[in-house]
């Protein structure tokens, strides 16, 4: 039912905003349930942070946020990474200004005192002036903060929250997206490499991430960007030159509605999900003989058919990250705020594997992630025009009710829907209530 | 020091002229500068050295700018409608090296954009890479350095 005067309540009762089937759209306009989002979710939960790549050496540095809390990734001389409160015990100054780096130690720009890369304090100019008084030295106060911080095969979360389950515990069902991500690599293991895209989006953090897993969009949204690819590759290419990559990537975006249907949506706890399985959209790119080469070589052909038989689309840890594992690239989610949201794109080698791997990530990243691409920018304007529509008066709530009731348990907490479904906002939204009623609690105190 | 001049002036008119073709929106016009290998090139950072082994803005080949000019047709593009209008100016210009079979170019440039009912602002560097043709240049190589490439950075579609 509509109301036709848009009034706040004094408190918001955040549970009433969220059904199974349907959402209010305050959630998505109204900056005091921002707020509430950065203290009950972003504060509350286990976040992407940074690979361990990043920080291979003592004395490299990758800075980021938590929410709206600036963190460091660093890796410190005892060769083990922290995830530290990037802020000077003296004044509360950014210790670090820039991106990432690498240095001997942590110095603050304003007064001087320094700080090694596990947090520790080692030194402040006049040390003495804080004898007998109240400022212990060698105590908690005069070091960075450490967050808590675990890696899954290279990738680090961290949580604001210490009382949070494990990281594998969290991740459930989908740290196996991780895994297969992982083992694509010969050397089992990955680096980010290619460098990072900074994609600034005028709307809600939430319509990216429900956006991943969101099967009915692609044929419609990209279809000037898909089907015209189809089209103009089919005109100027002779009938048997091979498929350019490009066209590879683009054209499977407007496959038929039976075909993303076929890849469908898996849904787990804390509002994690994938799509694709069996097969997605990636799964017809030519082969790099070499880099089958390098796997086999490394693993054997039987286990090589089995790490290659999962191809999934995008996976989500909800509510900051998201991987395409079958082309190693990860998109980092940074709310800004109500209206506002930056997203990163990062991309991924495999270990061991020939460069053309890495170049086809970043061909992927290229034509799909970046902010003057063909594809991109149509999500991004459908994003808008949501943040926009959604202040009007004319309907309070937002539908999720395709084939409502009809998800699969496959195993305790593991569901299953075709990919038309709306399972994966369903199964968002039921961890959005969860953090932020049971985050409620937490906050009294 | 006139052949110099008149050089000069015939590469000036030459990046003017590209620039109006976009803001002009002569796709067809715009394309057919470039060699058939050629490539448009916008990085995603400072100083980058290649755009094989790091991500890319734009790179694009014949067929990618074919594609992207039939997008622009499209009526099934939300974030072309309205389509933008743009204003491309070229300043600074510069003739780094100058062979018979090859002309290298720099420039300075500033973008004015205005799409849903905001106008933005894109500047940096042109380098061009250009082939000698009759009076005139086909284009190897443009590659467009935006100071802010790194980002964060809004949507854009049309060229820079």
């Not at chain 1, 600034?200 to 044929?219: A, G, R, T, V």
């Amino acid at each position: 039912m509509a109301t036709l005067i848009d009034k706040r309540p004094a408190t918001i009762d955040v549970a009433s905003l969220v059904e199974p089937d349907r959402t209010h759209r305050s959630i998505y306009t109204d900056p005091a349930i921002f707020d509430l989002e950065m203290d009950r979710i972003w504060h509350r939960t286990w976040i992407y942070v940074g690979h361990e790549s990043q920080v291979k050496e003592p004395g490299e540095y990758y800075a980021t946020t938590i929410g709206r809390q600036p963190v460091l990734l660093t890796r410190s001389s005892d060769g083990k990474f922290y995830v530290l409160h990037n802020r000077c015990a003296h004044k509360g100054a950014l210790l670090v200004g820039d991106h990432c780096g690498k240095a001997k130690e942590l110095r603050c720009s304003y007064h001087g005192w320094r700080f090694d890369f596990d947090g520790k304090l080692l030194g402040i100019p006049l040390e003495h002036g804080y004898d007998d008084t109240r400022f212990d030295r060698t105590g908690p106060e005069a070091d960075m903060p450490r967050v808590r911080a675990e890696s899954y095969r290279g990738f680090v979360f961290a949580s604001l929250n210490p009382d949070v389950p494990d990281l594998k515990s969290w991740l459930g069902g989908v740290a196996s997206s991780i895994d297969n991500m992982v083992d694509r690599a010969p050397e089992g293991a990955l680096e980010v490499a290619g460098g990072v895209m900074r994609y600034e989006h005028d709307s809600n953090w939430k319509f990216f991430i429900e956006n991943l897993n969101d099967m009915m969009h692609p044929m419609v949204t990209h279809q000037s960007s898909s089907l015209t690819a189809r089209v103009v590759a089919k005109k100027e290419l002779p009938p048997d030159a091979p498929v350019p990559s490009a066209i590879e990537i683009i054209a499977p975006f407007t496959e038929s509605y039976s075909f993303f249907d076929d890849m469908g949506v898996h849904a787990f706890d804390y509002g994690h999900g994938y799509s694709g399985g069996k097969t997605s959209i990636h799964a017809k790119y030519s082969d790099i003989p070499e880099y089958n080469r390098r796997m086999d070589a490394a693993y054997g052909t039987e286990r090589v058919a089995e790490i290659m038989k999962v191809n999934r689309h995008n996976t989500i840890f909800y509510p900051s990250a998201t991987i395409k594992g079958a082309v190693q690239t990860m998109r980092v989610v940074r709310p800004v705020a109500v209206d506002k949201t930056i997203i990163e794109s990062w991309t991924f080698r495999l270990k061991g594997a020939p460069d053309e791997m890495l170049q086809r990530s970043i061909l992927y990243c290229n034509l799909i992630n970046s902010s003057a691409n063909l594809v991109g920018p149509d999500d991004q304007e459908n994003y808008r025009r949501q943040q926009v529509g959604l202040h009007s008066t004319g309907e309070d709530w937002v539908t999720m009710h395709r084939d409502f009731g009809k998800d699969e348990e496959i195993e305790p907490g593991h569901f299953y829907a075709r990919g038309s479904s709306d399972i994966s906002f369903r199964n968002q939204y039921r961890a959005w209530k969860k953090y932020m009623t049971e985050g409620a609690r937490q906050d009294v105190r | 020091m006139s052949d110099e001049l008149e050089f000069h002036h015939r590469v000036s008119q030459f990046l003017f002229h590209e620039v109006r073709l976009i803001d002009e929106r002569r796709w067809a016009e715009w394309e057919a500068l470039f060699l058939e290998d050629g490539v448009y090139w916008a990085p995603a950072t400072p100083g980058q050295p290649d755009p094989v082994n790091h991500v890319s803005l734009i790179f694009e080949n014949q067929l990618l700018r074919k594609v992207r000019i039939a997008r622009f047709a499209s009526p099934a593009a939300p974030s072309l409608q309205p389509f933008p209008r743009t204003a491309h100016l070229v300043t600074n210009v510069m003739v780094d090296r100058r062979d018979a079979k090859a002309v290298a170019v720099s420039s300075r440039f500033l973008m004015a954009e205005y799409r849903r009912d905001a106008q933005r602002f894109y500047a940096g560097a042109y380098s061009y890479d250009l082939a000698p043709s009759g009076d005139s240049f086909r284009i190897r190589q443009k590659k467009v350095d935006l100071i802010n490439c790194e980002g964060p950075i809004e949507s854009s579609s049309v060229w820079f």
